[in-house]
């Protein structure tokens, strides 16, 4: 079955540790992206990718990296976590442009990361 | 200004009601217009989409797009509390189709 997988789904960590969260999706999109949703706010994208070894900052400035070395995976590193980043991470993928009138955007389940 | 403005909410309403949610935008440039739903706990997925001005149907959801007004709705006929949800409307242009979202609206249908 196609999907979108992330984990960990739910992480809790100290100041000034190094985080990855994962991404993996088994549809074989070029396109994948990373946004950052707090409670009650809108979804802002923060890192973008059209295909491997393509990476772009998003509309939402963010101390994270990421890379896209395989198609199918899109990992989000944060060097030193702080307070400031507890959020959720959503990660997002889909075809690239025309193949469809819309290319929907198919979403993982999320990281809540808390940095304490 | 916000590009996509939409009402937080919580919008309560009883089994069967029809539901209308709202949004609006200030991006000229945007093309598509989609609406996604959020259940607590996941990631959102897309309910439909609409390109430009119109409507939209599907089974008991019905889109609307004025770009005149820049004004996107929802219509949720017969409601049921399986619907309950956080609606995104979200606008994008055409190209990346990297969508913008609006923060949701909360939905709540009681039995």
């Known amino acids: 079955e196609a999907d979108i997988y992330q984990t960990p789904r739910y992480l809790v960590i100290g100041t000034g540790k190094k985080i990855t969260l994962e991404c993996s999706q088994t549809?074989?999109?070029?396109?994948m992206y990373w946004y950052q949703q707090d409670p009650g706010m809108e979804l802002h994208l923060i890192h973008y990718?059209?295909?491997?070894?393509?990476?772009e900052k998003g509309d939402l400035s963010s101390e994270s990296t990421v890379s896209r070395i395989r198609t199918e995976h899109f990992p989000l590193t944060l060097e030193s976590a702080r307070p400031s980043h507890t959020s959720q991470y959503l990660c997002?993928?889909?075809?690239?442009?025309?193949?469809?009138?819309?290319?929907?955007?198919?979403f993982g389940p999320g990281t809540r990361l808390t940095v304490l | 200004q916000k590009e996509v403005e939409q009402d937080p909410g919580p919008l309560s309403v009883p089994e069967g009601a029809i539901v209308s949610l709202n949004c609006t935008y200030s991006n000229s440039a945007f093309q598509y217009f989609m609406w996604y739903r959020q259940y607590s706990r996941k990631g959102p997925e897309l309910l439909m989409y609409t390109y430009s001005s119109g409507n939209k149907e599907d089974g008991r959801f019905t889109a609307q797009v004025d770009k005149s007004s820049k004004y996107i709705s929802l219509f949720i006929r017969d409601s049921q509390p399986s619907d309950s949800a956080t609606y995104l409307c979200a606008g994008a242009q055409g190209g990346s189709y990297i969508p913008t979202f609006g923060r949701g609206t909360s939905l709540i249908v009681h039995p």
């Open positions: 549809m074989g999109h070029d396109k």
């Open positions: 990718s059209y295909g491997v070894n393509s990476t």
């Open positions: 997002a993928s889909s075809e690239s442009e025309g193949r469809s009138s819309y290319n929907e955007q198919f």
